[in-house]
């Protein structure tokens, strides 16, 4: 059976940016149009780490992060900026993860996250980190096979970092946008799971399809609870001789489809392993 291509993605959204401006405005920082660049106003900042770190924030708003990151570094760097060390650590991480730079923006949220874990931006740098490994997950292009049949390790990073950050931020302001993200990555892998199922048709490894669509329902059933796929898994179970898996799928495909298309024939085929199991049971005594 040949997979249906996936859309191409539209991933990659520069998540930072937009957060970039809530974090500055819950800091007490205005954000005005200067040309064609968006300058923070430093109007009323008195101390040279204030100072600093919104000229930072200048700086990385306008996509100037070698820049930004010097003047984070010397924020973060100084003992008497303690104040502002962590946003601006905090930044030093947007910095990275505005360049693509995911694996070393991970390890500074992931810092962030272990040391300052009474801070208000701890959700923020949680769900920066999933983002990460989000935009790091196989991607397709004109050039490239389908994306689940590329390896999904770095996939199943993201679907656990999601989840984890969902689990604990539940009701944050970025919990709408790693549900989006969540059920991107779990498509993902539900397709890789059936991609696998068809190289192994191909290849009358009935028990190895079977195996892969069961796990492909079990571990996305809102995607793999249809009717054609349970079926296609007692089918699966049957021609690898395996009755007892297939009786079980069989029994699975009518408590869900009651009225479904294969009705009969399931209770049929049903009907014949009860009776050759019956059968058994009585040549053995």
Not at 27 to 36: K, T
Not at 143 to 171: I, V
Not at 203 to 218: E, G, N, T, Y
């Amino acid at each position: 059976m040949t997979r249906t291509p996936l859309p191409p993605t539209t991933r990659r959204p520069r998540l930072a940016r937009i957060a970039l401006v809530a974090l500055a405005t819950w800091a007490g920082v205005g954000v005005a149009a200067c040309g064609s660049a968006n300058r923070i106003n430093p109007e009323g900042i008195q101390d040279s780490a204030r100072r600093s770190y919104y000229e930072g924030m200048g700086e990385l708003v306008d996509g100037n992060y070698i820049a930004a990151t010097q003047l984070f570094q010397d924020v973060a760097r100084s003992p008497r900026y303690v104040r502002f060390a962590a946003l601006a650590k905090l930044r030093i991480g947007d910095a990275l993860y505005l360049q693509d730079r995911y694996q070393e923006a991970t390890e500074l949220y992931r810092s962030f996250a272990s040391q300052y874990k009474s801070d208000p931006n701890l959700p923020y740098a949680r769900f920066q980190v999933a983002a990460c490994y989000y935009n790091r997950v196989p991607s397709e292009w004109f050039a490239s096979p389908p994306a689940y049949e590329m390896d999904q390790s770095l996939t199943y990073q993201a679907e656990a970092e999601l989840k984890g950050f969902l689990d604990t931020f539940p009701t944050s302001r970025f919990a709408p946008r790693a549900r989006s993200m969540l059920g991107e990555v779990r498509q993902m892998l539900f397709e890789a799971e059936l991609f696998a199922a068809d190289f192994y048709e191909r290849r009358d490894r009935w028990r190895a399809v079977a195996w892969r669509l069961d796990r492909a329902i079990d571990n996305y059933p809102e995607l793999g609870l249809k009717e054609p796929l349970v079926w296609r898994m007692a089918d699966a179970y049957a021609r690898s001789g395996d009755e007892a898996q297939a009786a079980k799928a069989y029994g699975l495909y009518l408590k869900s489809f009651p009225e479904g298309e294969h009705k009969h024939e399931v209770k049929a085929r049903m009907e014949k392993i009860r009776q050759r199991l019956d059968s058994d049971d009585h040549g053995r005594t």
